[in-house]
């Protein structure tokens, strides 16, 4: 068998200079929110977060977790009108 | 996109708790006049109070401790090197602003006869008033916010200040920022601007992994820290770390300060008390920190002696208030106070006036060192200011910014936006440039990725060795803010917001660096000079950003005490530990 060529100079050179490619995971997230509770057209939990995790659902007109960046303040929880979400502790934490 | 443009007379950056009352304060007595509250997320829920508090831990009330008792306890338990007259200002202004908070209808803990009910958790004097109902404190603020009439202008996030130069002066010029819902580019001019960003809080990454696992609100990435710097004001005494012992995994507070006046306490593995006091301080943190890593750790709080009926009441308050969601962290894991102890840990670093010591230079007018900025709260340096500080310190800033915008050479309308248009093009390319790499780096994983290495590399105890390590990893990771990527509004705030953390990593790092010698316990704990040296470094360390771009430093002397401190005084928190009984 021929040596394997060390391939690392010309590879490692390319590494640097190559863009960047991505792939699309699943989350676990810590606000679940009650679709049938949840009432289309209200934003109050959305302005609640101080992070701005939470968003309005174009498809559905309900309430979502968009990122994953929860403080578990319990902010969106206590001032949803209709009791929808529920706030978990992060998985990480929990 | 248009850029959304504001103008005002007094703009405050971060609508939590010292950025109301400086609005509030700033509007009332500007009854025609613009004043402007930045906030980047809404003011209902921002920052550190968005679910209230369950205490003041620094009320200095008329027959329970006088400002004199205060000023020579925050003097002790930061080891000396302190601005004096910046912590009188605030004992003598804080009453006033309590009885204030009082009258809007905050909660205060009273005894049956109607005073103040103040606790005992210092090493020394009596400050802590219960505020077992404290969850409304930031909807009364908003409600006064509201009828003062200040323009308050949720979702944009200040990213960078606009300052003035001509002959030789600098003075500020505004805000420049994103809004991060729209994405839109923000330029909002003023004649004086007020930061009250809150504290560097995503410094360290928590133990869990999960970044917005913190102690602090998360929304606090160590904006303000670094808005003063790349404007040039000077910051002080960096190394000085926030180091918080908190719920182990849940990262937030157990919290001693409400516990303890009902009898809870801290112990470790054998149930033996090994500190004295319980009020955070660095010399309190490294006796946490030694027994965590001894034979005799884990550390936990302890409750389970206490009544059925002080229980309830424990978790009445902490289960509503502050950070709630300990009581359903406990019950998942089917623990109770009654039960079961409280794990503890030491959080991550992060840096925070409020708790310890650092943040951006002011003096006792809230001015820093560039003129039109004043800096309150958490992210000024005002040592364990606390809430009320916070709060207080915003009223003071807000009072001398008053002033100086009525002074004769800042009232005129000030230069013009456009001949500020090369400051304002380059940044609106720099915070608006990772919307265009669509295949660029996630922001949430270079995030992570910096705060590993502040773990992995700053954490104390400090060696300069780990810290230079450090700094060379940081300058790689520099590069690679310059690949970030954003496919939304979203993500460009957090892409933003990894230039913050950045900053304040390099500055935590160098300052340091600087202090050679070990000081505030566990906050600047340098195994390779682990002697306090009194003789060399009773001063404050301050950088700034140099002309050339370079971080600078100098040391400021410790100005003459105006409540004087003896020496054996001066030690008095490095006396904190227990000795273990010797049969054990
Ligand atoms: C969990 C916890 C418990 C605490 N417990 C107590 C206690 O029991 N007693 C006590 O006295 N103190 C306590 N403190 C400390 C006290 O809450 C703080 O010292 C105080 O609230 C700080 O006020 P601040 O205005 O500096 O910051 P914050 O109230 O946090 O406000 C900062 C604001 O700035 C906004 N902001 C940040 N960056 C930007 C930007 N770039 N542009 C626009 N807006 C921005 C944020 O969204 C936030 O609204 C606690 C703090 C925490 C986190
Ligand atoms: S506050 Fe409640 S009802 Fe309103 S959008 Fe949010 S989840 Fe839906
Ligand atoms: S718990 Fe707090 S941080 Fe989490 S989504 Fe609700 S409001 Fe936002």
């Given at each position: 068998m021929p040596d394997l060529p060390n391939r690392e100079p010309a590879k490692a050179a390319q590494a640097k200079i190559v863009?960047?490619?991505?792939?699309?995971?699943?989350?676990?997230?810590?606000?679940?929110?009650?679709?049938?509770?949840?009432?289309?057209?209200?934003?109050?939990c959305v302005e609640s977060c101080p992070v701005d995790c939470l968003a309005i659902d174009l498809a559905?007109?309900?309430?979502?977790?968009?990122?994953?960046?929860?403080?578990?303040?319990?902010?969106?929880?206590?001032?949803?009108?209709?009791?929808?979400?529920?706030?978990?502790?992060p998985v990480l934490l929990r | 996109m248009d850029d959304t443009i504001i103008s005002a007379d007094i703009v405050v950056v971060g609508g939590g708790s010292a950025g109301c009352t400086a609005a509030i304060r700033a509007q009332e007595a500007l009854p025609k006049g613009r004043v402007v509250l930045l906030e980047k997320a809404n003011i209902k829920r921002s920052g550190a109070i968005a679910i209230g508090m369950d205490g003041l831990n620094n009320a200095i009330i008329p027959g329970h401790a006088t400002p004199e008792q205060y000023v020579r306890e925050i003097t002790m338990a930061n080891d000396g090197i302190v601005n004096q007259r910046a912590i009188w200002e605030y004992a003598v202004n804080s009453w006033p602003m309590l009885q204030q908070l009082d009258a809007w209808g905050v909660k205060f803990q009273k005894t049956a006869s109607g005073d103040f009910d103040v606790k005992q958790v210092h090493h020394n004097g009596?400050?802590?008033?219960?505020?077992?109902?404290?969850?409304?404190?930031?909807?009364?603020l908003t409600r006064q916010i509201r009828r003062a009439g200040v323009q308050v202008v949720n979702r944009i996030m200040g990213t960078r200040l606009l300052v003035e130069e001509s002959g030789g002066q600098r003075r500020i010029a505004g805000v420049l920022g994103l809004d991060v819902r729209s994405g839109a580019f923000?330029?909002?001019?003023?004649k004086a601007v007020i930061l009250a960003c809150g504290a560097s809080g995503r410094l360290g990454l928590p133990a869990s992994g999960y970044l917005f696992?913190?102690?602090?609100?998360?929304?606090?990435?160590?904006?303000?820290?670094?808005?003063?710097?790349?404007?040039?004001?000077?910051?002080?005494?960096?190394?000085?770390?926030?180091i918080n012992p908190l719920i182990k995994d849940y990262n937030g507070p157990a919290c001693a300060y409400v516990t303890g006046p009902l009898g809870g306490h801290t112990v470790n593995a054998l149930g033996h008390r090994f500190i004295k006091s319980d009020y955070w301080s660095g010399q309190m943190m490294l006796e946490f920190y030694k027994e965590l890593h001894s034979q005799r750790g884990p550390v936990y709080?302890?409750?389970?002696?206490?009544?059925?009926?002080?229980?309830?009441?424990?978790?009445?308050?902490?289960?509503?208030?502050?950070?709630?969601?300990?009581?359903?962290?406990?019950?998942?894991?089917g623990h109770s106070y009654a039960n079961d102890l409280v794990e503890m840990h030491i959080s991550e670093i992060g840096l925070c006036s409020?708790?310890?010591?650092?943040?951006?230079?002011?003096?006792?007018?809230?001015?820093?060192?560039?003129?039109?900025?004043?800096?309150?709260g958490d992210m000024a340096s005002v040592p364990h200011n606390y809430l009320l500080g916070a709060l207080t310190y915003g009223k003071i800033a807000a009072g001398h910014a008053l002033d100086y915008i009525a002074s004769k050479d800042v009232a005129g309308a000030g230069a013009e936006t456009a001949s500020f248009s090369e400051a304002i093009d380059a940044e609106r390319a720099r915070v608006l440039a990772p919307l265009a790499r669509t295949d660029g780096i996630p922001p949430h994983q270079l995030e992570y990725k910096i705060r590993r290495l502040v773990n992995d590399y700053l954490q104390p105890p400090k060696t300069a060795t780990r810290y230079e390590r450090g700094l060379l990893h940081f300058?790689?990771?520099?590069?690679?803010?310059?690949?970030?990527?954003?496919?939304?509004?979203?993500?460009?705030?957090?892409?933003?917001?990894?230039?913050?953390?950045?900053?304040?990593?390099?500055?935590?790092?160098?300052?340091?660096?600087?202090?050679?010698?070990?000081?505030?316990?566990?906050?600047?704990?340098?195994?390779?000079?682990?002697?306090?040296?009194?003789?060399?470094?009773?001063?404050?360390?301050?950088?700034?950003?140099?002309?050339?771009?370079?971080?600078?430093?100098?040391?400021?002397?410790?100005?003459p005490y105006v409540v004087p401190v003896s020496d054996s005084e001066l030690h008095s928190y490095s006396q904190l530990r227990i000795a273990e009984p010797a049969n054990t």
């Open positions: 863009g960047n490619a991505q792939a699309v995971r699943r989350f676990d997230v810590p606000v679940v929110v009650d679709a049938a509770k949840c009432v289309s057209g209200c934003h109050i559905t007109s309900k309430a979502t977790m968009k990122h994953d960046d929860c403080w578990y303040c319990l902010a969106c929880e206590i001032d949803c009108p209709n009791d929808a979400i529920t706030v978990k502790i | 009596r400050y802590v008033l219960p505020m077992p109902e404290g969850y409304d404190l930031k909807k009364i923000a330029i909002i001019r003023a696992g913190t102690y602090e609100n998360p929304a606090n990435a160590g904006d303000g820290y670094s808005l003063a710097y790349h404007a040039g004001a000077e910051l002080t005494g960096i190394e000085c770390f926030q709080l302890k409750l389970d002696h206490l009544a059925g009926e002080t229980i309830t009441e424990i978790e009445r308050v902490l289960h509503r208030t502050e950070r709630p969601s300990r009581g359903r962290f406990h019950a998942g894991r409020g708790h310890s010591g650092s943040g951006v230079w002011i003096n006792e007018r809230a001015e820093t060192t560039l003129a039109g900025l004043y800096a309150a300058a790689r990771t520099a590069e690679e803010l310059g690949q970030l990527g954003a496919s939304n509004p979203h993500e460009l705030m957090r892409a933003a917001e990894c230039g913050f953390i950045l900053d304040c990593a390099v500055m935590a790092a160098k300052s340091s660096l600087y202090r050679t010698e070990s000081r505030w316990g566990l906050y600047h704990y340098r195994l390779d000079y682990p002697e306090r040296d009194d003789a060399r470094w009773f001063v404050h360390v301050n950088l700034h950003r140099g002309k050339d771009g370079t971080m600078q430093f100098l040391e400021r002397p410790v100005a």
